[in-house]
């Protein structure tokens, strides 16, 4: 993970490098640090915290300076320290370098360098990286842009690198394999970054890197070139982005503006695509391969944490809908354990970020073996959404806060329309229920609108039960995977142990943990298996568990057993996920903040993890 930030060109760099570091925060926040380079001396200022302490750390302090690196961490190796923030500098103090990504035989080449008697004054692989490259620079007599090419080749992991040399004044170097690289192409100047956020108010002109790319930036010059020393045409691409879109925008967090930004960014979704009165669905990515998905024989899901939830969503929707069996994968462990995927196979890609690197590789090794990859993807641009042979983008916007919340309803929209799409052109579905799921579809931001309304009410029993040391969430059937998603929300943002278990389940080894101090959150909203739902409920109430449960307006039965009842508008079962995770999204929100904590930046977590 970790945050990038570099500027070349008249103007300040340190102002635009540290804006630039609070907007990547999300992808790490332990330490920050920055390099300027002035007259040919290089200045190292690094600080363990957030990139607010930093800043602290250089009130006073002249930062005078045309050019610079900076860099945000979510630590790997070594401690989150002084001395482990990055910028590095290289032993003989000329280069300073900053890495997002992990070099995986950083050991064997420290032993090499150990014993041409380097000495090291971190924890990291970064350190050693660069002093790798310094060695080469110096011994080989070539550019830095050669030695950067040479060690680039011996090394396996991944890395996004920016480097400056003290006796190249106007020079970034950059390079990148798995960890992102946004360049943005100003006047007579240029922005690096991670992704676009710190770029996008000086310039909407950018270069995405890919990988096995190096890039020598200098103010009034963008050359590219692969690892193979070939030169490459930049391909500028204009940013669809607007400032705003970055801003809090008047919310205390990220976290809760994004909650209230869901009626709209579901709008946004849907627009276009979803013609509920003409009774048709238009995504491009699904109607130009409709041949090849509808006739897949089975279908594979790969994501992590909150889409994957949203995957675990789509295999009861696609498997109802159309008729295709559906296996949802970690990708974390897709990966490594030799799955069988053959040629036409179709893998769906689920990811905000579009930077996952367990996702991110899954895909690549699908993709050798001939498998068709679809991706689900946020972030327009992202490494996910190039590799893929076609997809839908959510058009959540920007999502900021490291819990995932508008992405996550993004991600079940898409999903669902897919399924529609798909099951009407192979007859699997009644145009009766596709019509009815159609206008279901339409009114989601109305009924997310209305949750909204009722935040108070959820502030409420979040207050009530926020000292809780664990939590239990149940549902059935569409809304299993929501119940995943609470407890993952609430993990994330209150540091409170939460489970979720399919309610049925839960009698095989959970309800030992059930007492009166257990708060159980069901998501029991009426569907097919309201009934089972509530008999669990009598089976948590008999042991005295705190039933908090999510219900749909007019359920009488439920609040007879729950201690606490958080009302949502009724929906068709299929696309009742959609709406029954806001109230827990909020639950979540509100019980961080009662604790104190900083839900857009929770501990140890970073929101890309592009390390695996
Ligand atoms: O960017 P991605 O959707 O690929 O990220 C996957 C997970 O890292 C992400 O969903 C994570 O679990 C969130 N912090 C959940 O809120």
Redesign the pocket.
């Known amino acids: 993970m970790c945050g990038i930030v570099g500027y070349t060109g008249p103007k300040q760099a340190y102002p635009i490098i540290l804006k630039g570091l609070k907007r990547l925060e999300y992808r790490g926040y332990d330490s920050s640090g920055v390099a300027l380079l002035h007259n040919g001396k290089l200045d190292v200022y690094k600080k363990k915290g957030k990139v607010a302490q930093l800043e602290e750390s250089l009130v006073g302090v002249n930062v005078h300076a045309h050019i610079g690196i900076g860099h945000t961490r979510w630590a790997t190796h070594g401690e989150p320290s002084d001395r482990n923030s990055h910028p590095h500098t290289s032993s003989s103090g000329r280069l300073s370098m900053i890495h997002n990504g992990i070099i995986e035989n950083y050991a064997q080449l420290k032993k090499e360098l150990l014993s041409k008697n380097y000495t090291f004054t971190s924890d990291t692989d970064t350190e050693v990286l660069l002093n790798f490259i310094e060695d080469i620079l110096l011994n080989n007599n070539c550019t830095l842009e050669e030695a950067v090419r040479i060690a680039l080749k011996r090394i396996t992991g991944a890395y996004c690198i920016l480097l400056l040399d003290e006796q190249d004044p106007e020079t970034i170097i950059a390079a990148r394999k798995g960890s992102p690289l946004v360049i943005g192409i100003g006047k007579g100047e240029h922005f690096l970054a991670s992704d676009a956020s710190p770029i996008i108010e000086y310039t909407k002109e950018v270069v995405y890197v890919n990988d096995y790319e190096l890039a020598i930036v200098r103010p009034n010059e963008l050359i590219l070139k692969n690892i193979g020393n070939e030169k490459i045409t930049p391909f500028i691409t204009k940013l669809d982005m607007e400032l705003a879109a970055i801003e809090k925008g008047g919310y205390d967090h990220f976290m809760l503006k994004e909650i209230y930004e869901q009626p709209s960014t579901i709008q946004d979704c849907l627009r276009g695509r979803l013609h509920a009165e003409d009774g048709t669905i238009t995504m491009a990515g699904i109607d130009d391969n409709i041949e090849q998905i509808k006739n897949a024989e089975r279908i594979m899901i790969v ?6 939830h949203a995957g675990l969503v789509a295999e009861y929707i696609i498997e109802e809908l159309c008729r295709i069996p559906v296996e949802v994968e970690y990708a974390s462990e897709f990966r490594y354990r030799n799955p069988i995927v053959n040629k036409g196979d179709v893998i769906i890609a ?7 690197a367990d ?1 991110l590789v899954a895909l690549e090794k699908a993709k050798e073996n001939g498998a068709f990859i679809f991706g689900v993807v ?1 972030a327009v641009g992202s490494s996910i959404a190039r590799i893929s042979h076609a997809g839908a983008y959510t058009h959540a916007g920007h999502e900021i806060g ?3 919340t508008k ?1 996550f309803t993004g991600q079940l929209v898409v999903l669902t329309m897919m399924a529609l799409r798909i099951a009407i052109q192979k007859e699997t579905i009644t145009q009766e229920r596709y019509l009815h799921l159609l206008t279901e579809l339409a009114d989601v931001p109305e009924k997310v609108d209305a949750i909204l309304k009722n935040a108070e009410h959820i502030k409420t029993i979040a207050l009530k039960y926020k000292d809780a040391h664990d939590f239990l969430f149940l549902g059935r059937g569409y809304n299993f995977p929501i119940a995943l998603e609470g407890a ?2 609430l993990k ?1 943002i209150s540091y409170i142990h939460a489970e979720g278990y399919p309610a049925a389940e839960m009698k095989h080894g959970p309800i030992a943990l059930v007492d009166e101090n257990l708060p159980v959150v069901f998501i029991a909203t009426k569907d097919s298996y309201h009934e089972k739902i509530v008999s669990n409920m009598q089976e948590i109430k008999a042991r005295k568990g705190k039933i908090i449960s999510i219900i749909t307006e007019g359920d009488d039965i439920s609040p007879t057993l729950s201690n606490d009842c958080i009302f949502i508008p009724p929906a068709d079962e299929l696309i009742a996920p959609i709406i029954s995770v806001i109230p827990l999204q909020l639950l979540s929100y509100f019980t961080g903040i009662a604790k104190g904590i900083d839900v857009d930046k929770p501990r140890n ?1 970073a ?3 592009t390390v695996e």
Request: aromatic share 4%.
């Open positions: 994501a992590c944490g909150t889409s994957w689920i990811s905000q970020s579009g930077e996952t996702t946020n490291v819990a995932s992405a993952l929300k994330e977590l929101k890309s993890v």
